[in-house]
């Protein structure tokens, strides 16, 4: 206005008086700004917290996968053990069940977990849980009440165990991460189990998805995010 004095000679309550608006505005801002910023930092923590607790339980949770893959192993080398090599295999397959309890614990580290890792633990989720339902397909296939016109032999039996010798590799690569032995888990490394099967594996790059394949026989076995 013509009379307003100019903001120069303004003292500084009449500053304030002309521009309260402004300031509150501004006043506002920061402080949408600061409480923005401390959810965000709460949100940090509370993650790293569960990041960390799941990390504790992972070891255990481990062990469990490892003694679900022994038990898978067991089962199937015993069923392929009393069977020859063409002979119709008709028998009662115990299938064991899969640890709920470790599939909680990386359910909730992919969650909380960096991209690599996350991808690694959703990888091995995946594989559980496709080999828990081929479990369970073949133990209908060998079922000994099954009509006698659809056979069973070792072929369908042994990829398998090769399936069980996989998962305890991806088990057991993990355990140095899950003892904070490394701050990321490791690049999956198929020699590392190798000596459980008598021999080893094949490997190439699929470039375009960037996994690495795993074959054996013509089989491709396993896929492993490889970054």
């Not at 506002?28 to 917290?49: D, E, G």
Request: charged share 25%; aromatic share 8%.
């Amino acid at each position: 206005m013509e009379n307003d004095p100019p903001l120069a000679n303004l003292s500084a309550l009449e500053w304030l008086y002309h521009f309260q608006s402004l300031v509150a505005d501004v006043l506002a801002l920061i402080a949408a700004i600061v409480t923005i910023w401390f959810l965000h930092q709460q949100s940090l923590n509370t993650l790293k917290r569960d990041h960390n607790a799941g990390r504790a339980n992972l070891p255990l949770a481990l062990s469990s996968l490892i003694d679900y893959a022994d038990r898978c192993l067991s089962e199937l080398t015993t069923l392929l053990q009393e069977h020859s090599e063409e002979h119709d295999i008709r028998a009662e397959l115990e299938i064991p069940v899969l640890p709920e309890k470790s599939l909680r614990v990386l359910t909730e580290l992919v969650r909380t977990s960096e991209k690599s890792d996350s991808s690694k633990m959703q990888s091995l989720l995946k594989f559980l849980q496709v080999y828990d339902a081929k479990l369970r397909g073949l133990m209908n296939d060998v079922d000994p009440e099954r009509p006698e016109g659809q056979l069973a032999i070792a072929a369908n039996v042994r990829p398998s165990v090769l399936d069980a010798s996989v998962l305890q590799g991806m088990v057991n690569h993990m355990f140095e991460y899950a003892r904070w032995e490394q701050q990321r888990i490791p690049a999956f490394d198929p020699d590392s189990f190798s000596p459980v099967i008598g021999f080893r594996w094949h490997q190439r790059m699929d470039e375009q998805s960037r996994t690495l394949v795993l074959e054996r026989s013509g089989w491709s076995i396993a896929y492993w995010f490889n970054e």
